[in-house]
């Protein structure tokens, strides 16, 4: 079992609606939570992080944990074209130790 | 401020060579970690450093090896390249706060 699992997607959604990304992690020593978004070719790019419990909002985004359940996700509202890429969920182990999903690959269609 | 910089940012190789992989981290910043990118593995952690320590490593073999300087600038090395050591290879600086990592361009490594 990875530690850090993601649906590889692709997760399909029309322009203007809401796009849900969902990890799970198996680590309950992981304390916090990243997210990225990485376009073709390019690095990972640092959407936002979480560490407590509940909701945290930036801009459209907004990132739920839950630790009971250890699961993360990522929804993204008015998704639009350019929100296309991949996604990347990471978990803190300690010492700036990330441990990544796969990634789950996002399609906005226009 | 200046992102993270990365040089080189392509590199082909052949098997058996070595390589140097340099990397910048944004000012001020004292932890850089360095991770691999493949498709069949996806990001993987190499180690981290921080003032010139390393403090965490992951699970790769003694080839790959790093190193950190008074500046926090931080080079990593592989000896005895391997075809399978194709990659993208990664490197993030985070000032600690929280523990954000601002990811650098990569430096995609070709091994022939």
Do not use: E, L, M
């Given at each position: 079992q990875k530690e850090v699992e993601q649906n590889s997607g692709p997760l399909s959604v029309p322009e203007g609606a809401i796009a849900s990304l969902n990890c799970t992690y198996s680590?309950?020593?992981?304390q916090s939570f990243f997210w990225y978004r990485q376009y073709s070719g390019k690095s990972p790019e640092l959407i936002m992080f979480i560490y407590s419990n509940g909701d945290k909002e930036d801009g459209r985004f907004t990132a739920q944990l839950n630790k009971a359940s250890q699961y993360v996700s990522l929804l993204i509202r008015d998704s639009q074209p350019s929100d296309s890429a991949t996604y990347l969920c990471a978990g803190n182990t300690?010492?700036?130790?990330l441990v990544f999903g796969t990634g789950t690959r996002l399609l906005v269609s226009p | 401020k200046a992102g993270v910089t990365q040089t080189p940012r392509y590199l082909i190789k052949t098997r058996g060579q070595q390589v140097t992989l340099s990397c910048s981290p944004i000012s001020g910043h004292r932890s850089v970690s360095w991770y691999q990118q493949t498709p069949g593995q996806g990001l993987q952690f190499l180690f981290e450093y921080f003032s010139e320590t390393q403090r965490n490593k992951g699970n790769f073999p003694g080839r790959f090896s790093g190193r950190q300087f008074s500046n926090s600038r931080s080079e990593m090395n592989v000896s005895t390249l391997e075809l399978g050591d194709s990659a993208l290879y990664l490197c993030a600086s985070s000032s600690g706060l929280n523990n954000e990592q601002f990811f650098g361009p990569g430096t995609r490594l070709t091994v022939l």
């Open positions: 680590d309950r020593g992981s300690g010492f700036q130790k | -």
